[in-house]
């Protein structure tokens, strides 16, 4: 089975408003990530976690707040956005050994995020 | 630093027709390298990988030849279908084995039936 799932698939939400998107996998992958895409642009990667560590936070504002509560879930926490945080926010994980990544991500569906 | 460089879209083809996007790319090392593919309103979708020189990948009718004299990674399929009107993105992982993707900036493909 090589599914990441994500939910919402949709979301629309205020600029004061606190929401989280999550993500799932259970492909015994410990790396999972976090990237932002906007429409007709690859993806972008915001963070990188490893062993439920966080290994990499590609200089994201903080009202983005990502937390790994365990080896399969990844959620990102929402605070406070701006209406050019609308775009679609994909999970991907993959498997890392010792620090080396594995070559292939595997991403979710994403969650499509509106901010009014 | 590592680059990919995918040809501009959008691509369209009718059906049954031969598909080629170019892929070419700039590393220091040994990066792996993969199609990712995006339908509509989805997330992006492992296609296919090679993970060294001369490898070939492939995967529904889709294939991609590693070559690295001409540090190309091209997509080819022989017989397109409507279905397989999507963005396609070329992407190379950082040859060092850290968790960066390169990706290619995407090729939109239509099909008409």
């Known amino acids: 089975d090589t599914e990441v799932t994500q939910t919402p698939k949709h979301l629309v939400m205020g600029m004061t408003n606190k929401k989280s998107l999550k993500c799932e996998q259970h492909?015994?992958?410990?790396?999972m990530y976090w990237y932002k895409q906007k429409a007709k642009k690859p993806p972008e990667l915001m963070f990188v976690y490893s062993y439920e560590k966080l290994s990499i936070n590609e200089s994201v504002p903080s009202r983005f707040s990502p937390e790994c509560p365990n080896s399969s879930l990844l959620n990102l926490h929402l605070h406070a956005l701006q209406p050019e945080d609308s775009a679609l926010y994909l999970c991907a994980s993959s498997q890392v050994d010792g620090g080396i990544f594995s070559y292939e991500q595997y991403f979710g569906p994403g969650t499509r995020l509106t901010v009014t | 630093g590592d680059s990919v460089t995918q040809m501009e879209g959008p691509v369209t083809l009718s059906e049954e027709a031969f598909l080629t996007i170019n892929c070419t790319y700039t590393?220091?090392?040994?990066?792996?390298l993969f199609w990712y593919v995006q339908y509509p309103g989805e997330g992006l979708q492992l296609l296919l990988k090679a993970t060294k020189a001369d490898d070939k990948g492939s995967n529904k009718g889709f294939e991609a030849t590693y070559r690295k004299e001409t540090t190309s990674f091209h997509l080819e399929k022989g017989s397109v279908q409507v279905s397989d009107s999507a963005v396609y993105f070329c992407?190379?992982?950082?040859?060092?084995?850290?968790?960066?993707?390169?990706f290619g900036t995407g090729t939109r493909l239509k099909v008409l039936a």
């Open positions: 992407a190379l992982s950082d040859p060092s084995g850290t968790y960066k993707y390169i």
């Open positions: 590393a220091t090392g040994y990066p792996s």
């Open positions: 492909m015994g992958h410990r790396a």
